[in-house]
């Protein structure tokens, strides 16, 4: 006899983005060592980067709305990130739990006030850039390999620091570095299709 069994289902994304990368390790700035979420939407930031990340592909709405208003700090996301399948962490009003091995790992959210980002997101994300369509595609290795090179001699936070300067007619990035003279890279672009539009309107804030 033949037993036949159903096809999986196939899931797209089964960890989570990994947040917590762009949270601060400044430990007096609380707030920002947490992953807020609000409207289905993951936001996190150290005051030099912010990223947004659209959840409802990991989620089901009725999880999304137990996180809404909630912070959830970074090492939390950490282990969340890590785990193999969403639907295995259980969200309750009050706390998260993740299955681990040996036992379950229970936090709390925390009871911060998050930055109010609104004003930075919606000048940035706002209908004008759509119109002006200025971007320009970036292979990021080959800028970690220009930065690294660029700045091989120095200490390691002036070594990550560079700076892109861009052609008119985008043809080439230049890359430098303030602290280095002796050095400097021509990054060439990737292409980007026409129709390229990253500016929905699910990542702007609403944010009273």
Request: glycine fraction near 4%; proline fraction near 4%.
């Amino acid at each position: 006899m033949i037993r036949r069994f159903k096809k999986a289902k196939k899931i797209n994304a089964p960890k989570l983005p990994p947040m917590h990368l762009a949270c601060s390790n400044n430990e007096l700035r609380t707030s920002m060592q947490c992953v807020h979420i609000q409207n289905g939407i993951a936001t996190a930031t150290d005051a030099h980067i912010l990223v947004r990340y659209d959840l409802s592909s990991f989620f089901e709405e009725n999880i999304l709305k137990k996180l809404d208003g909630k912070l959830i700090h970074m090492k939390t996301w950490e282990m969340m990130a890590k785990t193999e399948f969403t639907f295995a962490i259980k969200v309750d009003e009050d706390e998260i739990t993740i299955p681990m091995m040996g036992g379950n790992f229970v936090s709390k959210y925390a009871n911060e006030k998050f930055p109010d980002f609104a004003k930075i997101t919606n000048e940035v994300l706002d209908g004008k850039l759509q119109e002006a369509k200025s971007y320009i595609g970036l292979n990021t290795k080959l800028l970690s390999k220009a930065s690294l090179i660029i700045g091989y001699n120095q200490p390691s936070y002036y070594k990550n620091q560079i700076v892109l300067h861009f052609n008119q007619n985008h043809k080439a990035i230049v890359v430098s570095n303030e602290n280095v003279e002796e050095g400097i890279a021509i990054v060439m672009p990737v292409m980007v299709k026409d129709e390229y539009n990253p500016f929905k309107s699910k990542f702007l804030s609403n944010i009273n």
